[in-house]
């Protein structure tokens, strides 16, 4: 609709019409956000991976800091994952406004045998010390299990140690955008998916 359209139809429209739309305008705007309430996981591994109610949320915690993330109020299924431990799982009530800390344990799982390859991420353009995905805690899955998220795997030095086999990597980035590949690792050595921008 053009202007000299608009502008025709409030001309038109009686001074009572006018108004009530004024205050529908402004009881809308005014309306309060969506209420929500948080969620904060503390325990002895960070890295693991926060899922509410099967949706992945990040990582337990940043810099050593443990992550607050939003959610409904109401009860909620709290599952952390790391490739490590065991599935810790449990459920909550979160209150409008209100953080609901989540203290956990995991049980580590008995380390796998080598001999193992490393799977990494890699940028573009030649790496620093630093990963070039820095605040991307996008979700890797491998084989549709949850392995980390994208900052872990994508430093020189870093990735996660498979035996040698098939794999399908998965990961949804707001960053990088969908990573679905197949790879094979092999022992002693390197694999590298480079991150495209």
Same mark, same amino acid.
């Given at each position: 609709?053009?202007?000299?359209?608009?502008?025709?139809?409030?001309?038109?429209?009686?001074?009572?019409?006018i108004?009530?739309?004024? /205050?529908?305008?402004?009881?809308?705007?005014?309306?309060?956000?969506?209420?929500?309430?948080?969620?904060?996981?503390?325990?002895?591994?960070?890295?693991?991976?926060?899922?509410?109610?099967?949706?992945?949320?990040?990582?337990?915690?940043? /810099?050593?800091?443990?992550?607050?993330?939003?959610?409904?109020?109401?009860?909620?299924?709290?599952?952390?994952?790391d490739?490590?431990?065991?599935?810790?799982?449990?459920?909550?009530?979160?209150?409008?406004?209100?953080?609901?800390?989540?203290?956990?344990?995991?049980?580590?799982?008995?380390?796998?045998?080598?001999?193992? $390859?490393?799977?990494? /991420?890699?940028?573009?353009?030649? @790496?620093?010390?630093?990963?070039?995905? $820095?605040?991307?805690?996008?979700?890797?899955?491998?084989?549709?299990? /949850?392995?980390?998220?994208?900052?872990?795997?994508?430093?020189?030095?870093?990735g996660?140690?498979?035996?040698?086999?098939?794999?399908?990597?998965?990961?949804?980035?707001?960053?990088?955008?969908?990573?679905?590949?197949?790879?094979?690792? @092999?022992?002693?050595k390197?694999?590298?998916?480079?991150?495209?921008?």
């Amino acid at each position: 609709m053009n202007l000299t359209a608009a502008w025709l139809i409030i001309r038109c429209m009686s001074k009572r019409s006018i108004l009530a739309s004024a /205050f529908f305008l402004l009881a809308a705007s005014a309306a309060p956000a969506l209420a929500q309430g948080y969620i904060k996981c503390v325990g002895n591994v960070g890295r693991a991976g926060v899922f509410v109610d099967g949706n992945y949320l990040g990582p337990a915690y940043r /810099f050593t800091l443990p992550e607050k993330y939003a959610v409904s109020p109401g009860e909620h299924e709290v599952v952390l994952r790391d490739p490590r431990y065991e599935e810790f799982r449990t459920k909550v009530t979160v209150e409008e406004g209100k953080v609901t800390k989540v203290k956990f344990k995991m049980t580590r799982r008995e380390p796998p045998k080598g001999p193992f $390859g490393r799977l990494r /991420f890699g940028g573009g353009v030649r @790496e620093s010390f630093l990963s070039v995905a $820095g605040g991307d805690t996008s979700a890797v899955y491998i084989n549709n299990q /949850f392995w980390g998220y994208v900052d872990e795997f994508n430093n020189p030095g870093s990735g996660v140690l498979l035996p040698p086999g098939t794999y399908e990597v998965r990961v949804d980035s707001p960053i990088y955008g969908q990573i679905n590949e197949k790879v094979t690792i @092999e022992a002693n050595k390197v694999t590298v998916i480079p991150l495209r921008w």
